[in-house]
């Protein structure tokens, strides 16, 4: 079984500031691990995803995560903050097969301060 | 491509009225996924579904809760009768066996009255 802890459900930062949204999972087996953003009256979009290979891994809009097996962890990043990137933030894990769905967190809603 | 397609957008109904949401996957994705959202429980997975085949409903809440799959091109998620507590955003989300990241579509916003 799978399970993801999002810590934050509000972080604030101002524009240009360092975004860092915290995601830690609990998995049963080898996992594989997605950042979704959802703008308001939207769906999910999907940002990055972790299957297997190189650790640190680049999304769109410039945002980055990095799996860290020993922590169990797979938080999100950007260098600086765009009033743009103000959104709700998911963290998702799956097993590592092609056909389990995905198990998300909470979310965090993300806002920046001009 | 058009993306996953959920309709209606917005459903207002009434206390014991039956309620059809619909999606149409991305051609190609042969697994389907049909998740709730509220600010009380997140993003819930109610069913999915894989080649059209029920997998797991163990999260559809109710006996009032019915989803089907009829072919690869549509899903209608069910609820009859709706109770208020089922307002919510309804999401479809669809991904080709084996690729690992869902495209969801833009969802339903149910209102019961």
């Known amino acids: 079984a799978q399970s993801v802890t999002q810590l934050g459900s509000h972080v604030s930062v101002s524009e240009g500031a360092l975004v860092l949204l915290r995601c830690n999972y609990s998995?049963?087996?080898?996992?594989?691990l997605f950042w979704y953003v959802q703008y308001p009256n939207q769906g999910l979009q999907l940002l990055l995803k972790y299957t297997t290979g190189a650790t640190l891994v680049k999304g769109i809009n410039g945002f980055e995560a990095e799996f860290k097996k020993s922590e169990t962890s797979f938080h999100l990043t950007k260098p600086s903050a765009h009033m743009s990137d103000a959104a709700e933030y998911f963290c998702a894990v799956s097993g590592n097969s092609g056909n389990t769905p995905l198990v998300f967190g909470k979310g965090t809603r993300l806002s920046v301060i001009a | 491509d058009a993306g996953v397609i959920q309709s209606p957008r917005h459903e207002v109904t009434e206390m014991g009225q039956e309620v059809t949401l619909r999606c149409k996957p991305i051609?190609?994705?042969?697994?389907l996924f049909w998740y709730r959202q509220t600010m009380m429980r997140g993003l819930e997975l109610l069913i999915y579904?894989?080649?059209?085949?029920?997998?797991?409903d163990s999260g559809m809440p109710e006996d009032r809760f019915s989803a089907k799959m009829p072919n690869a091109s549509f899903s209608t998620l069910k609820i009859q009768p709706s109770e208020p507590r089922d307002s919510a955003v309804y999401f479809c989300?669809?991904?080709?066996?084996?690729?690992?990241?869902?495209?969801f579509g833009s969802g339903t916003r149910l209102t019961v009255v």
């Open positions: 998995s049963s087996v080898p996992p594989y």
């Open positions: 989300a669809t991904r080709r066996m084996g690729i690992y990241g869902y495209t």
């Open positions: 051609s190609g994705h042969n697994s």
């Open positions: 579904f894989n080649n059209n085949v029920p997998i797991d």
